[in-house]
């Protein structure tokens, strides 16, 4: 799959999921350097890829998914990003993030490996995002064609709460 970054091509590396996938398992590192395991996680799920989220259009998308997660009952939901867990930890401490977990990919590369989320010219992660429902059954997926632009709130919150 091709995607922009200020409209010039870039390469995604990894196989794409789709609605209706099994949600693929992967290990990523929390902001304690401990490894969190998607199969350890439970209930409805909201999983954001994004390539800094210290970046202007990271920062607002964590910081708007993290005022609007308590409108849902019962979903976590993940940004996970190549940061490294210190500037991750630095900047939810920052921007008071309490509703949204940040996640490292820094390590193994699996969320970008099994989501189809790399950006194989730049070693990011592009922006996407995916809502998994508490069987693992993917429910939602978009992948962003421009990853300077912003995901579909309302679409995804949507898909979130009509999970099951």
């Known amino acids: 799959m091709t995607i922009k970054f200020d409209g010039n091509p870039l390469s995604l590396v990894g196989e794409q999921v789709k609605v209706g996938d ?10 304690d350097l401990k490894d969190v395991y998607f199969k350890d996680t439970k209930g409805v799920r909201i999983i954001l890829t994004v390539p800094s989220i210290d970046t202007p259009v990271c920062d607002l998308e964590t910081r708007t998914f993290n ?5 849902i009952p019962n979903v976590s939901i993940y940004t996970i990003s190549m940061d490294l867990p210190f500037a991750q930890s ?10 949204v977990t940040t996640l490292s990919d820094y390590k193994d590369r699996l969320v970008g490996k099994n989501y189809g989320t790399y950006i194989k010219e730049l070693g990011l992660l592009t922006r996407a995002a995916f809502v998994v429902d508490s069987t693992n059954k993917i429910v939602y ?18 898909a979130a709460s009509e999970a099951k």
């Open 67 to 71: 005022s609007k997660a308590t409108s």
């Open 22 to 31: 099994v949600a693929p398992d992967f290990t990523a590192t929390n902001n």
């Open 141 to 158: 997926v978009e992948y962003l064609d421009e990853i300077t632009e912003q995901p579909n709130y309302n679409a995804i919150l949507k």
């Open 90 to 99: 630095r900047w939810c401490a920052a921007h008071g993030i309490k509703n």
